[in-house]
C-alpha cells in the first residue's frame, strides 16, 4: 500500500481554512499545483483541509452542467455554482462537509483509481479512529456499512502533477441538497429523504453526535498521517500560490465558458444514456439536417479517456447512418475505453441522432450523476 509516494517521517504542508467560495476554493486547490511533476518526489505533498461557505454547488468535471444543477433554485437560493477540475459526481459543500485536497506529483507507476485507492486509506485511517470501518468502493466512493460517507476524485495535469479530492459528510442538508441538484430522488416528493438516507451516510448519523466540517479536520489530518508515515507541517500557500489562485478564479472557475464545458445546445438535439464501468455517460448529439453538428459526451467520470474526444471529432460533420457512426466508434476506440460493446455504444449514438434528427428538444435529464444518489443503471435512455 502507498507506493510511490514520499518516505514516512517526511514533512507534509498542511494547510486549514474556512468560508471558501465556490470558485476560490476550487482555484487555491489548483493554484497548489504549480511546481509538481511527474516522476520528481522530491516535492513533497501539500494536504488543504478546508470547508466552503455554506451553500456552493459543485459539479464533476465532466458533467453536463443544466443536468446536475437547478440553477433558478441556485439563484432562488444565492447558491454559487462551480466545476471541479476533478471528476465524479455533483455535490453540495458548505460548513457540514470537510472538503480534502491532496496535491502531490502523480506516481510514475499508477493507475488513476489505484492513486483514488491508496489515497483513500488516509480518509479510511482518520474514520477509524471514530470507530467507522469505512472502504473504498466502486469508481470513486467511500463508504461505511454500504452507505456513501464520502465521494474522491482526481486531476493529473500535463506536467504530472496530481489534485486528489474528496469531500467528507460531517452532516448534510438533505432537504436543501434535494431542491438544489438534479437528483432522481426529489422525484419520489415525500419519501426523498428516506430514499437519500438508504444510500448515503454522515459522520454525525453514524457516530450519534453532530459534526461540522472543522471538528472533523484533526480526524482526517491524523488519518493522513499514520496511513502514509508523513509528519503534517502547519503552512500557508504562498504569495505566489495567493496570485494564482486569484486568477483563476476570475478566469476560470466564475466564467461561463468553464461552467458551460461539455454542455450541448439543446435546439434541435437528442441525447442517450449508456452505464459504463467508468459511470453513466450520456452522449448529446446536434444535427443539420443528417449531419451531426456537435457532439458531446458527458458523465460522472473520474477521468475522461483520451478516445472519447476523438470520437466526438470523428462523428462531427458525418452523417448520422448505421455504418458511419459505427466506424467512428470502432476507429476511435471509444468503446473499449468506456467497457462497453462497440454496437452499444453505436446504438447509443444512434439513439440520440435520432432524436436530433426529429428535432426533439433533449432537456437534461435529473440526473445523470449525483454523488448521492447516481441514477439507476441502464443500457439506453
Not at 58 to 67: C, K, P, S, T, W
Not at 343 to 372: D, N
Request: with cysteine.
Amino acid at each position: 500500500m502507498n507506493r510511490g509516494w514520499p518516505a514516512a517521517g517526511r514533512p507534509w504542508r498542511l494547510i486549514t481554512d474556512d468560508g471558501a467560495t465556490a470558485a476560490g476554493g476550487l482555484a487555491l486547490d489548483e493554484a497548489l499545483m504549480a511546481g509538481y511533476a511527474r516522476g520528481e518526489p522530491d516535492r513533497l505533498p501539500t494536504l488543504r483541509l478546508y470547508t466552503y461557505r455554506t451553500h456552493c454547488a459543485l459539479i464533476g468535471r465532466y458533467q453536463n452542467l443544466a443536468a446536475e444543477v437547478d440553477l433558478d433554485a441556485c439563484a432562488a437560493t444565492g447558491t454559487p455554482v462551480s466545476r471541479r477540475p476533478t471528476g465524479g459526481g455533483a455535490i453540495i459543500m458548505g460548513e457540514d462537509q470537510l472538503g480534502v485536497a491532496l496535491i502531490a506529483a502523480a506516481p510514475p507507476d499508477l493507475r488513476p483509481r489505484e492513486i483514488i485507492a491508496d489515497l483513500a486509506s488516509g480518509l479510511v485511517a482518520g474514520l477509524a479512529e471514530l470507530g467507522l470501518r469505512a472502504v473504498f468502493q466502486g469508481k470513486n466512493d467511500l463508504e461505511v456499512d454500504g452507505r456513501k460517507v464520502a465521494g474522491l476524485g482526481l486531476y493529473l495535469d500535463q506536467a504530472g502533477a496530481m489534485l486528489f479530492h474528496a469531500s467528507v459528510l460531517a452532516d448534510l442538508d438533505v432537504e436543501f441538497m434535494l431542491r438544489v441538484l438534479r437528483v432522481p430522488a426529489a422525484k419520489l416528493a415525500d419519501k426523498a429523504v428516506a430514499a437519500v438516507a438508504e444510500r448515503v451516510t454522515t459522520v454525525t448519523a453514524l457516530t450519534g453526535r453532530p459534526w461540522a466540517g472543522p471538528s472533523l479536520r484533526p480526524v482526517i489530518a491524523a488519518g493522513f498521517a499514520a496511513a502514509f508515515g508523513a509528519e503534517l507541517d502547519p503552512g500557508e500557500p504562498t504569495a505566489a500560490e495567493r496570485d494564482r489562485a486569484a486568477a483563476l478564479a476570475v478566469d476560470r472557475y466564475a466564467s461561463q465558458s468553464w461552467l458551460a464545458d461539455r454542455s450541448a445546445a439543446l435546439d434541435g438535439s437528442g441525447s442517450a444514456a449508456i452505464k459504463t464501468p467508468i459511470g453513466l455517460a450520456r452522449i448529446y448529439l446536434t444535427t443539420h439536417g443528417d449531419l451531426v453538428k456537435n457532439a458531446i459526451v458527458v458523465g460522472d467520470f473520474n477521468e475522461l479517456p483520451v478516445a472519447v474526444p476523438d470520437l466526438e471529432a470523428r462523428l462531427r460533420w458525418h452523417r448520422l447512418d448505421e455504418r458511419t457512426v459505427m466506424d467512428a466508434v470502432t476507429a476511435s476506440g471509444a468503446w473499449e475505453a468506456l467497457g462497453v460493446p462497440a454496437e452499444q455504444l453505436a446504438g447509443a449514438v444512434l439513439q440520440a441522432g435520432s432524436q436530433a434528427v426529429e428535432r426533439l428538444a433533449a432537456a437534461p435529464l435529473r440526473s445523470e450523476g449525483s454523488c448521492y444518489f447516481p441514477e439507476p443503471s441502464r443500457s439506453h435512455g
